[in-house]
């Protein structure tokens, strides 16, 4: 069982639509992190939402941590090819070292 | 700054040989991690280290998986014997107290066992 679960899985869309994808979990999270894995590579962070509520915005890109700090959501504007690559949520639980648990992802493929 | 350093990038062994992986964390980093990433499972946590200490190695698979962290700019995690279904890519990644929960990954070590 994933401890975070993360929704769709598959995402193929053409340059210019919006998305959102979806990170989900039934425990609660001191902190949750979103990174971006491109073929071939390491996952790269883009951002850490700590606050229940918090929105963090980067670019065209929208982070949003629940009120209960058990899921997230991403919502990219005006997809391009460059968003291309597997997004990944990561969480941490509350209390003791940070050792965050990876949802499996979902990837994502901008066509031009 | 180099970032973290893994070797070898792509391994191919036979099924019963012993693999070694390496790691050079950042420099100044306290906290190193070796990751495990599958299609099936995607990315899991094997162990963690913390000022070259094993904290939590839960995610070991078995007795076959062993790691190591000899000094702070070191660390290998070793597969004896190995087999076809360790197959995947292992990341080493690592943090420091000024990074402010940011985990650092490599490149990644692509094995493939036959």
């Known amino acids: 069982t994933q401890l975070l679960e993360q929704s769709p899985q598959f995402l193929s869309i053409q340059e210019g639509e919006n998305l959102t994808v979806y990170c989900n979990s039934s425990s609660v999270f001191s902190s949750l992190q979103w990174y971006r894995q491109e073929p071939g590579e390491g996952p790269v962070l883009l951002v850490t939402?700590?606050?229940?509520?918090e929105v963090k915005k980067l670019k065209r890109l929208t982070f949003q941590f629940g009120d209960a700090r058990k899921d997230s959501s991403l919502h990219i504007t005006a997809a391009q090819p460059g968003d291309t690559g597997l997004y990944l949520c990561?969480?941490?639980?509350?209390?003791?070292?940070?050792?965050?648990?990876f949802g499996r992802g979902t990837s994502l493929i901008v066509h031009p | 700054d180099a970032g973290v350093i893994q070797s070898p990038r792509h391994e191919v062994t036979e099924m019963g040989q012993e693999v070694t992986l390496r790691c050079k964390p950042i420099?100044?980093?306290?906290?190193l991690f070796w990751y495990r990433q599958t299609m099936m499972r995607g990315l899991e946590l094997l162990i963690y280290?913390?000022?070259?200490?094993?904290?939590?190695d839960s995610g070991m698979p078995e007795d076959r998986f062993s790691a190591k962290m000899p000094n702070a700019s070191f660390s290998t995690l070793k597969i004896q014997p190995s087999e076809p279904r360790d197959s995947a890519v292992y990341f080493c990644?690592?943090?420091?107290?000024?990074?402010?929960?940011?985990?650092?990954f490599g490149s990644g070590t692509q094995l493939s066992v036959l």
């Open positions: 420099s100044g980093h306290n906290s």
């Open positions: 939402v700590v606050t229940g509520g």
């Open positions: 990561a969480g941490a639980r509350p209390g003791g070292s940070y050792i965050p648990t």
């Open positions: 990644a690592s943090s420091g107290q000024a990074t402010n929960e940011k985990l650092f």
């Open positions: 280290f913390n000022n070259n200490v094993p904290i939590d």
